[in-house]
């Protein structure tokens, strides 16, 4: 069975940061693309960055370029997002999400990843 088991989220304060965290398990092929996607309050489902892990192709969403940067561990399944000078907007709950296979970084970019993880609160305020 599939898993995706998030960590990092938590209360920051404005041009802190955070580091989130996604392994993932009970898959076997090596071709696979993991990534975040963010919700705020009242508002509609916004991919924020992706990662192919088989050759580290990654997306960035303009939003949180230059302050984000997504980078994974290949041998634990593990995928990371470091994300520097936060702002309030930044708040919202992280959802880490995987598609498997060599189409996974599209599946992602289209909003159609095959699993989601549960998330995690990421709250930027003074």
């Known amino acids: 069975q599939v898993q995706l088991v998030e960590s990092g989220g938590g209360l920051v304060q404005p041009g802190g940061s955070l580091r989130l965290s996604c392994a993932g398990s009970g898959f076997s092929t090596a071709d696979y693309a993991l990534g975040w996607f963010r919700q705020a309050p009242g508002k509609g489902r916004e991919g924020v960055s992706f990662i192919s892990m088989k050759d580290g192709s990654t997306y960035v969403a303009d939003s949180v370029k230059e302050r984000f940067t997504i980078s994974r561990d290949y041998a634990k399944n593990t995928m990371y997002l470091q994300m520097n000078s936060l702002k309030p907007e930044d708040t919202s709950v992280y959802y880490c999400?995987?598609?498997?296979?060599?189409?996974?970084?599209?599946?992602?970019?289209?909003?159609?990843?095959?699993?989601w993880g549960q998330g995690t609160r990421v709250t930027v305020s003074s």
């Open positions: 999400a995987l598609d498997l296979g060599s189409n996974g970084l599209i599946q992602l970019l289209k909003g159609t990843p095959g699993y």
